[in-house]
């Protein structure tokens, strides 16, 4: 059977029946493919700066002649490929805030991530806690969101009219949490509007490291065997923390067991976007409460090394 076909009124040469159902079943064969493709979860796994990144392309093995794909977008590296059976994307988030939050967003324009993994380290805060040590937060802070008060005269602060009194202060400062907008999760136009002070790690990417913790095989640092754990909060700012009263006072304000200055701006990107998030920190000092100079140049290379293994134990977990 031939299908013919009229163009401007001339009859164009008769189509082969079966041939044309041949290539309709092609293309919608190729477009299923393709939507299967898209549905594939693709993981991003992230690094703030060179030591984290030369750590996760140590791991994983990247490379062109892995079989891994270079593309650059805004002058910043991106690595695809594929880790087992999973599709990921390795990255740069870039050091402090503003570039954490401005790289991610810039990786999930303009790739079709799925879920946020990020390996790095941070200054630890919890004082049960040693270089060396990995923690897994269940939620992040921005300390640096804060109102900065005139004394009173009388031994207190005066407070604006817009600001309630919230987290006990640190002399001057006082936290206020994050004010975020992110899309309504139901078709109703507009915006949602929240004030935020701590922002979740995803709960199914938690479940996945606490699995994956017993697994892993022995790391350790000096000559001690490094603890990872689950749990508890972490803080992040634009600031790099070595002063040990403040430490002391993230750990009992915020039960900070660690602080950074990326983290909270990653994970409250993945909040505004809807995407999942999961953050491992290493810790390659104490924040100040060491004694002397802050050891972290000594310590941060060995100490992502340590997070991007306990990443991939959890990445080979999901």
């Not at 004010?179 to 309504?184: F, G, L, N, P, Q």
Request: charged fraction near 20%.
């Amino acid at each position: 059977m031939a299908l013919a076909l009229l163009y401007n009124g001339r009859m164009l040469r008769p189509l082969n029946f079966p041939r044309f159902k041949v290539f309709i079943a092609l293309f919608i064969f190729a477009a299923l493919a393709r939507g299967a493709e898209l549905a594939k979860p693709l993981y991003a796994l992230c690094g703030a700066y060179e030591p984290e990144l030369a750590a996760l392309k140590k791991e994983f093995g990247v490379s062109a002649a892995t079989g891994w794909t270079r593309s650059m977008v805004n002058g910043l590296e991106f690595w695809r490929g594929k880790v087992g059976t999973k599709d990921v994307i390795i990255c740069r988030t870039g050091v402090s805030m503003v570039n954490a939050a401005y790289q991610l967003q810039l990786a999930l324009d303009h790739f079709p991530i799925t879920h946020v993994l990020f390996a790095g380290v941070a200054g630890g805060t919890d004082p049960s806690l040693e270089v060396g040590d990995v923690v897994i937060p269940e939620a992040w802070a921005n300390h640096g969101e804060a109102a900065y008060l005139n004394e009173d005269g009388r031994g207190g602060y005066v407070f604006p009219d817009y600001l309630s009194r919230g987290r006990d202060n640190f002399g001057m400062i006082f936290p206020t949490g994050t004010e975020v907008t992110r899309a309504s999760d139901s078709d109703h136009p507009g915006e949602k509007s929240e004030r935020v002070e701590l922002f979740p790690a995803d709960a199914e990417l938690l479940a996945a490291a606490r699995r994956a913790v017993p697994k892993l095989s022995p790391m350790t640092k000096s000559g001690r065997t490094v603890n990872v754990a689950v749990g508890g909060n972490g803080v992040s700012a634009t600031v790099f923390l070595d002063n040990a009263r403040y430490r002391e006072w993230l750990f009992r304000i915020w039960h900070a067991r660690c602080t950074d200055m990326e983290s909270a701006a990653l994970a409250q990107v993945a909040y505004a976007n809807r995407k999942p998030v999961l953050i491992i920190r290493g810790l390659s000092d104490l924040a100040g409460g060491q004694h002397g100079k802050n050891p972290i140049d000594a310590n941060e290379m060995q100490v992502s090394e340590i997070a991007i293994r306990v990443l991939h134990g959890v990445l080979d977990t999901l």
